[in-house]
T-cell receptor
């Protein structure tokens, strides 16, 4: 079974629109970590955020914000006022303490921001 | 800054060749990982290592082996390359439960 599901395969938005990328995870562990990565066309994965399972506080960093809800096993990512430079593939990932902290990645969401 | 360096950005190999993909990290990380990335499938774990000479199979280890003789270096070996191993290969490292840092990727084509 897929531990991390990113149901949105591709999203296109017009510049300055807000966009939310969905991530749903599955785990039986009580201690786990959630991550978001960005993969621009150059190919290298860039770390964006890490969240542990005990911290449900939402986080904002500039135009980026993350909404973590344990009740729905979701860790969604919102980009406000999108820009062309946000065009990339975004991956959500899960790391569980009981499986040795290996990472489980979703299949990614390809975001295109149209100027 | 953490640096994870993969030895090649692009590789073209022939079917049946033995292929070595090298990865070096400079931050003394215990854990190192090899992933394969294919369109629509995301990143799939091939092998990971949590210490020198230690290795664990990931989700798709068939056709691959790994070597970790030194803490900073983690090698992925394709014993006999096949066309279905044409893919992007990504190496990563981390400590404990922190975020993983990735290399720039190696795009391997097997012809």
């Amino acid at each position: 079974a897929q531990k991390v599901t990113q149901a949105q395969t591709e999203i296109s938005v017009v510049e300055k629109e807000d966009v939310t990328l969905d991530c749903v995870y599955e785990t039986r562990d009580t201690t786990y970590y959630l991550f978001w990565y960005k993969q621009p066309p150059s190919g290298e994965l860039v770390f964006l955020i890490r969240r542990n399972s005990f911290d449900e506080q939402n986080e904002i960093s500039g135009r980026y914000s993350w909404n973590f809800q344990k009740s729905t096993s979701s860790f969604n990512f919102t980009i406000t006022a999108s820009q062309v430079v946000d065009s990339a593939v975004y991956f959500c990932a899960l790391s569980e303490q009981y499986t040795g902290n290996q990472f489980y990645f979703g299949t990614g969401t390809s975001l295109t921001v149209i100027p | 800054d953490v640096k994870v360096t993969q030895s090649s950005r692009y590789l073209v190999k022939r079917t049946g060749e033995k292929v070595f993909l090298e990865c070096v990290q400079d931050m003394d990380h215990e854990n190192m990982f090899w992933y394969r990335q294919d369109p629509g499938l995301g990143l799939r774990l091939i092998y990971f290592s949590y210490d020198v000479k230690m290795k664990e199979k990931g989700d798709i280890p068939e056709g691959y082996s790994v070597s970790r003789e030194k803490k900073e270096r983690f090698s992925l070996i394709l014993e006999s390359a096949s066309t279905n191993q044409t893919s992007m290969y990504l190496c990563a490292s981390n400590i404990y439960d922190t975020e993983a840092f990735f290399g720039q990727g190696t795009r391997l084509t097997v012809v």
